[in-house]
């Protein structure tokens, strides 16, 4: 079945360093979205990529979207204490009985040093 | 906030036992995914209704079991607890079931069999 891999599974980082998460599925995704999960909390939606080789930003925030769709990354530029949590990636599959079914990776757990 | 509720927060079994937990989803989402968190983990994927129907379903045997209702919530059943079921139990809602749409999670469930 389907499998998403997340690196590296820690990160420690003073704030105002940068931050980056890489996610790889072994077979080609029709979309990938990544979600935040604060210590004792829930997921959160942060965004969604579609398209092959896409590039979004959310202020701080940069998703990317390989162009194979089986790869994606998030990059934080300069953490601050409030970027504390894991994040996941979380593939998804078009069609067949896996049909809406998310697969997420197993999440990067990032720690910011004051 | 979400506006996904799930009830109760906290549940302590023993084992062979059965569970049945709760969800509601966000106004005007028609869909409800079940999805089980366990410690330093990514959420698996259970299974998920539409329409009252289950429409997908993870690698969880059929002792796992859903139901949802025409207002949309939904329940997770499990039977015959087993000490590997401790985890926390997550429900996502979207708006609809269509590839793509973004998960928007409740606070969890925590179950722990002893």
């Known amino acids: 079945g389907q499998q998403v891999m997340q690196i590296p599974q820690y990160q420690h980082v003073q704030e105002g360093e940068d931050f980056t998460t890489y996610c790889n599925s072994s077979?080609?995704?029709?979309?990938i979205q990544w979600y935040k999960q604060r210590p004792g909390g829930h997921p959160v939606f942060l965004i969604q990529l579609v398209k092959s080789g896409e590039v979004k930003k959310q202020k701080r925030l940069t998703f990317q979207f390989g162009e194979a769709k089986k790869n994606s990354s998030l990059h934080i530029t300069a953490t601050q204490t409030t970027d504390v949590g894991t994040y996941f990636c979380a593939g998804q599959n078009a069609g067949g009985t896996s049909y809406g079914k998310l697969t997420f990776g197993q999440g990067t757990i990032l720690t910011v040093h004051p | 906030e979400t506006g996904v509720t799930q009830s109760p927060t906290h549940l302590i079994k023993t084992r062979g036992q059965q569970v049945t937990l709760r969800c509601s989803s966000q106004?005007?989402?028609?869909?409800v995914s079940w999805y089980q968190q366990a410690l330093g983990q990514g959420p698996q994927f259970i299974f998920q209704y539409y329409r009252e129907e289950e429409n997908g379903r993870g690698n969880f045997p059929p002792r796992f079991s859903g139901l949802q209702f025409p207002n949309y919530s939904s329940e997770l059943n499990v039977n015959a607890l087993e000490l590997d079921d401790s985890a926390l139990y997550l429900c996502?809602?979207?708006?609809?079931?269509?590839?793509?749409?973004?998960?928007?999670f409740g606070p969890g469930t925590r179950l722990l069999v002893l």
């Open positions: 996502a809602s979207s708006l609809d079931s269509g590839v793509g749409r973004a998960q928007y």
């Open positions: 077979t080609t995704l029709s979309n």
């Open positions: 106004s005007g989402h028609n869909t």
